[in-house]
């Protein structure tokens, strides 16, 4: 069955140091992958996704993510991290176009001051 | 005004009971979804519904049923609430950019709890 493994379910980084989020997915073909954010009690928004345009992905907020076939992976990246990242982030897949994503469990992305 | 509101928000009821969570989308998506979220599970899927006439179940559809009154309108039941189902409830409708790449709107969700 098509997966996808976030390795971490709590990350913490220190304001303006580099955000690295880990999502590593398990399908046989490339699949939609999309990375969504959800902050304090609200539900889930789109930061970004891989339609297979370009493998590196650019969102909102200043979130990136490289599509990389050969590790499958499509791990989320930000340069420098403000206090209004904190949230939790999910990695999600489409495969192969089947109309229903496969979460993640989920990163929880505490910003220390 | 929010394009996908669920309502209740909150919502407290006892083992047994039947309950009915709504969902309203002024988006103009055919698409809608139910999924649930419970700690450390991430989402999982209970129902989704790409129109009014075509309803399917999803990875967790027991003890669940659901309505699509309208194609702005996608209900979730639960026939007879039982302690396992305490969790948050997420509405999604999509758009059709292309098989497999849709975006998913959420609504703000409903928080369950079932004593």
């Known amino acids: 069955a098509q997966s996808v493994t976030q390795l971490g379910s709590h990350v913490s980084v220190s304001e303006g140091a580099l955000v690295l989020l880990r999502c590593n997915y398990s399908?046989?073909?490339?699949?939609?992958l999309f990375w969504y954010v959800q902050y304090p009690n609200q539900g889930l928004q789109l930061l970004l996704k891989?339609?297979?345009?370009?493998?590196l992905v650019k969102g909102i907020n200043g979130f990136e993510a490289e599509f990389k076939k050969s590790e499958t992976s499509f791990h989320l990246t930000k340069p420098s991290a403000h206090m209004s990242d904190a949230a939790e982030y999910f990695c999600a897949v489409n495969p192969s176009g089947t109309y229903k994503y496969i979460f993640g469990t989920g990163t929880r992305l505490k910003v220390l001051a | 005004d929010a394009d996908v509101t669920q309502t209740p928000r909150n919502r407290i009821t006892k083992t047994g009971k039947r309950i009915m969570l709504e969902c309203s989308q002024t988006?103009?998506?055919?698409?809608m979804y139910w999924y649930r979220q419970d700690p450390g599970l991430g989402l999982r899927l209970i129902y989704y519904s790409f129109d009014v006439k075509d309803i399917n179940k999803g990875e967790i559809s027991d003890g669940y049923s659901v309505s699509r009154q309208a194609q702005a309108k996608f209900s979730l039941s639960l026939e007879s609430a039982i302690p396992n189902q305490t969790a948050l409830y997420f509405c999604?409708?999509?758009?059709?950019?292309?098989?497999?790449?849709?975006?998913?709107?959420f609504g703000p969700g409903t928080r369950l709890l079932v004593l």
């Open positions: 988006k103009g998506h055919d698409r």
């Open positions: 399908s046989s073909v490339p699949p939609y």
């Open positions: 999604a409708t999509s758009d059709e950019a292309g098989r497999g790449q849709e975006t998913q709107y």
């Open positions: 891989y339609t297979s345009a370009a493998t």
